[in-house]
């Protein structure tokens, strides 16, 4: 919330969004740098009332619009560094053990490069799947992984998103409809051996898509016989699989109609234990 508000404050009203209106508001500028180790993609050196914001300049741009903005994300929310934990872990774009603080500034970060009022105008006419989220980096700069993390939490309708290193499951976001009918992906489990993306992984493919049980993702019994379309392309870095899961038919007629639930669900990125409720509305089920 704390970055949408900065998003209105600043101004933001077009894509790709201007870092420079976000620097303003940190009191900060920016220099790129070639001293950053490879594991570094940046840091903040305060200078009383300023700060100055150091990008690697070997970083792809579309990360290092990202790092700015993480490191904008520390000054304001006043959230101390812990990046020497990132480099003993792989780096600031691994998920292996990063810490708490590093997460909220990385979703600080996805909410201002992708913001949410921007995000609503270009998934009215969203298609599921990584070609269309392909093209909204491409008009972001922004990276694959960012932007399908994003378009899951703001799709207008039932898919998640779940990022995958060395084969489990690290990270995952889903729409307000999919939070709704109480789909969680399970954390930290290994990706399943049957799932579109498990097959990728056994066989080296770099990308892969197809119709699994949704089961596989998923713990709970009442989703055994509903079924999923699976979308996944694989990173050459940190040996990341990035995968969009969602319902085929995709008319959760149940759930349509609930908009204070879904209110509610996407001011909560972050996902939430299985609770065991699910009051799957009984359509898109497999026969
Ligand atoms: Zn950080």
Redesign the pocket.
């Known amino acids: 919330m704390r970055a949408r508000a900065l998003v209105k404050s600043c101004g933001i009203d077009a894509a790709p969004v201007d870092i420079t209106k976000f620097l303003a508001a940190a009191n900060a500028e920016l220099q790129y740098s070639d001293r950053l180790g490879s594991g570094t993609a940046g840091m903040t050196i305060p200078l009383g009332e300023r700060n100055l914001i150091l990008i690697n300049e070997h970083e792809a741009i579309e990360r290092q619009r990202f790092t700015a903005l993480?490191?904008i994300a520390?000054i304001l929310l006043d959230l101390p560094?812990?990046?020497d934990q990132?480099v003993d872990s792989g780096g600031?774009f691994s998920y292996v053990r990063r810490p708490p603080?590093?997460i909220a500034?990385d979703t600080f970060a996805a909410e201002c490069l992708l913001p949410h009022s921007l995000l609503q105008q270009d998934l009215g006419d969203a298609v599921a799947g990584f070609e269309f989220v392909s093209r909204l980096a491409d008009k972001y700069q922004a990276s694959l992984a960012c932007t399908a993390s994003r378009v899951a939490i703001n799709a207008p309708f039932a898919c998640a998103y779940v990022l995958s290193q060395d084969g489990f499951v690290r990270f995952s976001t889903s729409s307000p409809a999919m939070r709704a009918s109480k789909f969680f992906v399970t954390s930290r489990i290994q990706v399943p051996a049957a799932s579109i993306t498990g097959q990728c992984l056994k066989a080296g493919l770099r990308t892969g898509s197809g119709q699994v049980a949704a089961h596989l993702w998923t713990s709970t019994d009442d989703f055994e016989d509903v079924d999923l379309m699976e979308d996944v392309r694989f990173s050459g870095v940190w040996n990341q699989a990035l995968t969009l899961l969602w319902i085929e038919d995709g008319d959760l007629p149940d759930l349509r109609g609930q908009r204070s639930i879904d209110d509610r669900a996407a001011e909560e990125p972050l996902l939430r234990e299985l609770d065991g409720v699910l009051p799957w509305p009984g359509r898109g089920r497999r026969s």
């Open positions: 993480h490191e520390h560094s812990r990046h990132d600031m603080e590093e500034c």
